[in-house]
């Protein structure tokens, strides 16, 4: 346990953050799931990935290439699914 408050503060940022990464990873997850178990209104699902996969790499969360990367294969997924 730091002994300086410096770093108990530093702590304390950190456990928001880490609380904030994993909210945002679960949501990307869970609507991932959605998306491929439920192929309903595949472009309104997509558009909300988008959107989140942007802000996770907006904020830091996932690099921004893993973001495109998910992305991409997630329009891949959609495009196949239509066909």
Request: hydrophobic share 30%.
């Amino acid at each position: 346990m730091p002994q300086h408050k410096s770093p108990l503060k530093r702590m304390g940022t950190d456990k928001k953050r880490n609380a904030r990464n994993n909210y945002v990873k679960r949501t990307i997850k869970t609507l991932t799931k959605e998306m491929k178990q439920n192929p309903e209104n595949l472009d309104e699902q997509l558009n909300k990935l988008y959107s989140q996969l942007d802000k996770a790499a907006k904020k830091g969360v996932i690099h921004k290439r893993t973001a495109s990367r998910r992305k991409a294969r997630l329009a891949a997924f959609v495009n196949k699914a239509k066909s």
